[in-house]
């Protein structure tokens, strides 16, 4: 067991592995990452998927025969998603179904659909058929009534590309209209479960372009973690309401932030700089497995992020007074994050469709 993760954990943050390919499950990578490292939760997304699927060999048994694309992709992915539940299960009923849980995305190509995604939404968690099933939404303008209408089903959601407060409380209002709808509709609150995906290190990488080209080099590396102080400090007053009082009293769960996007991708920055400064209770950090393996090396954990939020708006202002217009960076990063899934998702249909001949 690593003693610096173990340490992270018992912080308060639940350490999930954003990764997932057949070749995890069946070496028993993943069952060794969840001994040994303190892993309790998968996410998975387009990208990672077509990855995993250009290893055609891990696939090729179970695609035999097939030829229609996306059903041999579904097929391949909800079985994979499937496997890593029942793996995760023990840690999803020792937790009460804040861990153990596995995400999978409805296709980037319905983020801008609602009723398509709550229908594909819909269809993967039959699908799967995994009480500890997550299924992730884009926390896009079409996204958030979607997340409503789910979360009402009682289907568990993880809510993806959120980049900014004013879109993150939406997304927690959403949360909570789809917990009423629930309440009204005599489902048990307390099977109903959610994550927030604030994403990290590509906001530094956006807001740190631009300030470069006004010559701020002094602000650099400080926008994400002020941004995920902010989050916080909104997760804590939504969460702390007399509206959500109301809901938990009949059992209803917090809707807990999730770090992601914490692999670093300036060189110059400390390789868990998006750990180890993102510490608070009842927060979630997916972690690609370099930066897990990092922090297992050499990580520590810095100050907790709880009551922080005032130093956060403190660094986003004086960023905005720099002159970065802050609400165009973050819809620069909303847009790209589904425009980059997108991308994954066409190459991860040709991948399939040339290893189906």
């Known amino acids: 067991m690593s003693d610096r993760l173990k340490a992270l954990s018992d912080a308060g943050v639940s350490i999930w592995l954003d990764d997932l390919s057949r070749e995890r499950l069946t070496s028993g990578n993943l069952a060794e990452l969840i001994e040994t490292k303190s892993v309790v939760g998968v996410t998975t997304n387009p990208t990672i998927f077509a990855s995993a699927l250009s290893d055609g060999d891990s696939y090729a048994e179970q695609l035999q025969g097939l030829t229609d694309v996306d059903q ?91 980049f900014n407060e004013d879109r993150y409380r939406e997304v927690m209002d959403a949360y909570l209209t789809g917990l009423e709808t629930a309440d009204a509709a005599g489902r048990d609150l307390g099977t109903i479960h959610s994550v927030a995906s604030f994403f990290i290190s590509r906001v530094d990488v956006e807001i740190d372009a631009r300030l470069t080209k006004l010559g701020r080099e002094d602000l650099k590396g400080k926008a994400a973690i002020a941004n995920a102080q902010v989050a916080l400090g909104a997760f804590e007053e939504v969460f702390g309401s007399e509206r959500f009082a109301a809901l938990k009293a009949k059992g209803a769960n917090p809707q807990r932030p999730l770090w992601a996007s914490t692999g670093t991708k300036d060189p110059s920055y400390p390789d868990t700089l998006y750990v180890s400064e993102l510490v608070a209770s009842n927060v979630v950090n997916t972690m690609p497995e370099k ?67």
């Open 72 to 162: 041999a992709i579904e097929l391949a992915t909800t079985t994979d998603v499937r496997d890593a539940a029942d793996l995760l299960k023990p840690i999803y009923d020792r937790t009460g179904g804040f861990d153990g849980r596995v995400s999978i995305e409805v296709s980037p190509e319905l983020a801008h659909d609602t009723d398509a995604t709550v229908a594909e939404a819909q269809k993967l968690y039959d699908t799967v058929g995994r009480e500890n099933l997550l299924v992730k939404i884009p926390a896009t303008k079409a996204g958030i009534p979607a997340i409503a209408e789910v979360i009402g089903r009682g289907i568990s959601v993880n809510v993806t590309l959120i």
């Open 291 to 357: 930066t897990l393996n990092a922090f297992a090396d050499h990580g520590d954990i810095g100050p907790r992020m709880e009551g922080t939020a005032g130093d956060g708006r403190a660094v986003l202002k004086e960023i905005a007074d720099a002159g970065v217009d802050l609400d165009d960076a973050f819809q620069v990063l909303e847009d790209e994050g589904v425009e980059k899934f997108v991308v994954s998702w066409k190459e991860l249909q040709e991948t399939v469709r040339r290893a189906l001949g």
